[in-house]
């Protein structure tokens, strides 16, 4: 299953270099660094929030993922800079990745 499919399905897997070792964001099938090949990691990772900003009675978070990539995620929660959190939903609207934390 591709990256997007397994997202569709509510699963964010970490996309990784099975050579280099690096997360390669946004996911794709070959390495950019070293064209090695990628593999979808079900794997434990750090989300930390970075940035946050809020709209109507929504927060919207900047979330950096394992020191590496950042993703938009909605909370209903106020947001601390800083703070560790996770994923609790995801997948895919409108053609948009879409993400949810706590
Ligand atoms: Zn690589």
């Known amino acids: 299953m591709s990256f997007e499919e397994n997202l569709s ?9 099975t050579q280099c070792k690096k997360i390669i964001w946004p996911s794709s099938d070959y390495c950019s660094y070293c064209f ?8 434990d990772f750090e989300a930390k929030i970075v940035e946050f900003s ?5 927060y919207f978070c900047l979330v950096e993922i394992e020191n ?13 800079i800083g703070k560790i959190v996770s ?8 053609r948009d990745y879409f993400f949810e934390i706590n």
């Open 9 to 17: 399905k509510g699963q964010f897997l970490i996309p990784k270099c």
């Open 36 to 43: 090695g090949k990628i593999e979808l990691k079900k794997q």
């Open 54 to 58: 809020k709209k109507n009675d929504d």
């Open 68 to 80: 590496s990539f950042r993703i938009i995620a909605k909370t209903y929660q106020t947001p601390t």
């Open 87 to 94: 994923i609790s939903k995801c997948g895919i609207k409108d």
